[in-house]
T-cell receptor, first 113, second 112 residues
């Protein structure tokens, strides 16, 4: 089975802290995605990566950065956490080709206080 | 650009009722279409998919048909169960396989 693993299920951080959310997949997928999920807004794409060291901005990249140094790992970085970044963060991965589904991690619920 | 619009919830049904959740999309070329489900406290799971016009995806009693003429991919189930209570997301993958776009999700609540 495909496995996408996010490093934490729940995280509480203080305003201004630098926060790292880690995601690892074990299926040699080219694509990896970071979404945030908020009530009434659905899933919004923050960043995605289609290859090692490659990244593309999604719909809401402000306040975030990403790192993909190895194919299996995609990190989301909050440079200076703010309360409006309190959310559920979902990582996903897929092959980079037509017709293929994405696989999701369990999500990280981040609270910034 | 690509976008997905799905009916707003919540949808509240009694057990064994018929379910329809509407989904329409805007896309260039020939996207693939998906329904994902999110049970409470969990990540998203693929429910079904269709990759070309007139394809019907099905799983666990749920069905959806890719209708290119109406740019729709409506989710249906003939008889819902309490265990179907979840949030359902319609999504499209662009032809290049790089952009996965979601609708806002529809919450389904089924009571016995």
């Amino acid at each position: 089975d495909v496995k996408v693993t996010q490093s934490s299920r729940y995280l509480v951080k203080r305003t201004g802290e630098k926060v790292f959310l880690e995601c690892v997949q074990d299926m040699d997928h080219e694509n990896m995605f970071w979404y945030r999920q908020d009530p009434g807004l659905g899933l919004r794409l923050i960043y995605f990566s289609y290859d090692v060291k490659m990244k593309e901005k999604g719909d809401i990249p402000e306040g975030y950065s990403v790192s993909r140094e190895k194919k299996e790992r995609f990190s989301l970085i909050l440079e200076s956490a703010s309360t409006n970044q309190t959310s559920m963060y979902l990582c996903a991965s897929s092959f980079r080709r037509m017709n293929t589904e994405a696989f999701f991690g369990q999500g990280t619920r981040l609270t910034v206080v | 650009g690509n976008s997905v619009t799905q009916m707003e919830g919540p949808v509240t049904l009694s057990e064994e009722a018929f379910l329809t959740i509407n989904c329409t999309y805007t896309a260039t070329g020939y996207p693939s279409l998906f329904w994902y489900v999110q049970y409470p406290g969990e990540g998203l799971q693929l429910l079904l998919k269709a990759t070309k016009a007139d394809d019907k995806g099905s799983n666990k009693g749920f069905e959806a048909t890719y209708r290119k003429e109406t740019t729709s991919f409506h989710l249906e189930k003939g008889s819902v169960q309490v265990s179907d209570s979840a949030v359902y997301f319609c999504a499209l993958l662009n032809q290049a396989g790089t952009a996965l776009i979601f609708g806002k999700g529809t919450t389904l609540s089924v009571s016995s």
